[in-house]
C-alpha cells in the first residue's frame, strides 16, 4: 500500500547520458512536486504540477523536464548529465485543499 | 525570499538528555511552518504543523511551538530512535503550496 513510489531507487551513469524519473502516488492527490537534495540535505524545490498542469517552475536548467501524464504520475527527465546533478531527487504530493507534503522514497542519482 | 535557517547543524544527545532544535524563519506571510523527521537513505515523514504564534503540538516525546520569527522542536528525553535529521520548512501566501525548507538538524541520541 505504497503512497507515494518513485523509480528507480539508484541511478548511476555517465556524464551526458540522458535518463528518467517516474513517480506514481496513489493517494488520489492532485498536486505533486519534484525536489533535488544536495549532499548536505538541502531540499529545494524544482518543478509542481496540479492535475497535470505546471504550476511551479523553479531556476533550473532546461536540460530536465517533467511530465504529468495523468494526475497520480510525474516523470522527471534529464538530458546531457552533467556531475551537479548528482542528488537525491524526492518526489511529493499534496492533497487538494490540503496542507501536507507526503514525500516519496527518493532516488538516488550518481553522474559519473 | 522565503528563507529557513536551522540549528544547531548537529545534535548530539545521551538518552533521556531532552533539548531543543530552532528554526528561524522570514516569509511573505505565513501560511504554515511544517517539521518533518529524514531518516538516512528515506524521504522525509511529516511530524508536525503550525499556523501561528503560540500554537503547539506534541507527539510522544516532541513537542513544536511557534512565535512570529522561530519555532523550535522540543525533545524530551529523548531515545535512541530519536536519531534521525529534523527538518523544517515554511511555506507562504506567495508560490502556489511551495515549501521552502531548512538544512536541518542532525540530531544522535547515544544509549
Known amino acids: 500500500d505504497t503512497a507515494v513510489s518513485q523509480t528507480p531507487k539508484y541511478l548511476v551513469t555517465q556524464m551526458g547520458n540522458d535518463k528518467s524519473i517516474k513517480c506514481e502516488q496513489n493517494l488520489g492527490h492532485d498536486t505533486m512536486y519534484w525536489y533535488k537534495q544536495d549532499s548536505k540535505k538541502f531540499l529545494k524545490i524544482m518543478f509542481s504540477?496540479?492535475?497535470?498542469?505546471?504550476?511551479i517552475n523553479e531556476t533550473v536548467p532546461n536540460r530536465f523536464s517533467p511530465k504529468s501524464p495523468d494526475k497520480a504520475h510525474l516523470n522527471l527527465h534529464i538530458n546531457s548529465l552533467e556531475l551537479g546533478d548528482s542528488a537525491v531527487y524526492f518526489c511529493a504530493s499534496i492533497p487538494k485543499g490540503g496542507e501536507t507534503q507526503y514525500f516519496g522514497p527518493g532516488t538516488r542519482l550518481l553522474v559519473l | 525570499e522565503d528563507q529557513v535557517t536551522q540549528s544547531p547543524e548537529a545534535l548530539r544527545l545521551q538518552e533521556g538528555e531532552s533539548s531543543s532544535l530552532n528554526c528561524s524563519y522570514t516569509?511573505?506571510?505565513?501560511?504554515?511552518l511544517f517539521w518533518y523527521r529524514q531518516d538516512p537513505g528515506k524521504g522525509p515523514e511529516f511530524l508536525f504543523t503550525l499556523y501561528s504564534a503560540g500554537e503547539e503540538k506534541e507527539k510522544e516525546r516532541l513537542k513544536a511551538t511557534l512565535t512570529k520569527k522561530e519555532s523550535f522542536l522540543h525533545i524530551t528525553a529523548p531515545k535512541p530512535e530519536d536519531s534521525a535529521t529534523y527538518l523544517c520548512?515554511?511555506?507562504?501566501?506567495?508560490?502556489?503550496?511551495?515549501?521552502?525548507f531548512g538544512t536541518g538538524t542532525r540530531l544522535l541520541v547515544s544509549p
Open positions: 516569509v511573505s506571510g505565513l501560511r504554515g
Open positions: 520548512a515554511v511555506r507562504g501566501y506567495t508560490g502556489f503550496q511551495k515549501l521552502v
Open positions: 504540477y496540479n492535475n497535470k498542469e505546471l504550476i
